[in-house]
């Protein structure tokens, strides 16, 4: 895979999990990072993290629900490191854990702002500023297999992260044979602090959903990502790459 030597990647919910392991990914791979997250103090740990390990990298508070602020992260990295190669949409929330008929509506609507508005935001800030770049550059958002499949008693969630692989498809379609590429992943369960308020019985509950019969590791969902921002992926837009473990196998 190629080196990111000199790009400009932006990371949203990059203060934690995922986002953060995948920074750093790129920030290993040469690439300058802007770490977007809600959460300040998460976030200034992801880059006093980079940056101590001699890479380079810029916070910036944004709450992915409010257009304005997806504007400004854009806006931020360009000011300050010249343009925008590589954008991962990965901010989200769990939301409750309750069947429909006791699903609280605004917790509803309130997963559905963060982890769908929130990308719909992102990816309008995001090709806009490609669209004044010649050379384009490669969206990546993060949906889930519950982007694919349902899951009883995540019924909020699990609408959110379908609207964001339509999202996806529809994006690669509308800029069609331009320079842009938009994709999505779609991980299994991963061991991370989304997974913080489980108790150990539904922790091997869902380990056992995978064919490999474990949860998968940040590190392994930020490797599909850097691989679909590479060249090695030039032919792949509008799917959601499965890092799953083999969940969806059975
Ligand atoms: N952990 C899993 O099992 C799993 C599986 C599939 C997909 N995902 C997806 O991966 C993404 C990252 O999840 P994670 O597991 O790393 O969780 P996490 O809780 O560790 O990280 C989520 C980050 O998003 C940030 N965030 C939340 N709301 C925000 C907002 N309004 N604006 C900006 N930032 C906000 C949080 O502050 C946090 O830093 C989510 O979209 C999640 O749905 C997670």
Not at 34 to 48: K, L, R, S
Not at 126 to 144: K, P, R, W, Y
Not at 169 to 176: D, R
Not at 188 to 209: C, K, R, V, W, Y
Request: hydrophobic share 40%; aromatic share 6%.
């Amino acid at each position: 895979m190629d080196s990111f030597d000199g790009s400009v990647a932006v990371v949203t919910g990059g203060g934690s999990g995922i986002g953060r392991t995948t920074a750093t990914a790129f920030a290993e791979e040469g690439a300058r990072v802007v770490v977007a997250d809600i959460d300040v103090a998460g976030g200034n740990e992801t880059v006093d993290s980079i940056t101590d390990s001699g890479g380079s990298a810029l916070f910036v508070e944004t709450d992915v629900t409010s257009p304005d602020d997806a504007q400004t992260m854009v806006e931020r990295a360009v000011e300050e490191f010249g343009r925008l190669d590589f954008a991962f949409n990965n901010a989200g929330i769990g939301g409750q854990s309750e069947p429909i008929l006791e699903y609280d509506p605004e917790d509803w609507v309130s997963v559905i702002q963060v982890n769908l508005i929130g990308v719909f935001n992102c990816l309008q800030a995001e090709l806009t500023q490609f669209s004044q770049q010649s050379d384009g550059g490669v969206i990546v958002n993060n949906a889930s297999i519950l982007g694919k499949v349902g899951f009883a008693t995540s019924s909020g969630y699990v609408a959110a992260k379908h609207g964001v692989m339509g999202l996806t498809k529809t994006a690669a379609l509308e800029i069609g044979d331009g320079p842009v590429r938009v994709n999505a992943v779609c991980p299994g369960f991963i061991d991370t602090p989304l997974l913080s308020d489980m108790d150990a019985e539904t922790l091997a509950f869902l380990e056992d959903q995978h064919a490999v019969g474990r949860l998968g590791q940040p590190e392994e969902v930020a490797a599909a990502v850097l691989w679909l921002c590479s060249e090695d992926a030039s032919f792949v837009t509008g799917t959601g790459l499965e890092v799953e473990g083999g969940y969806l196998a059975q």
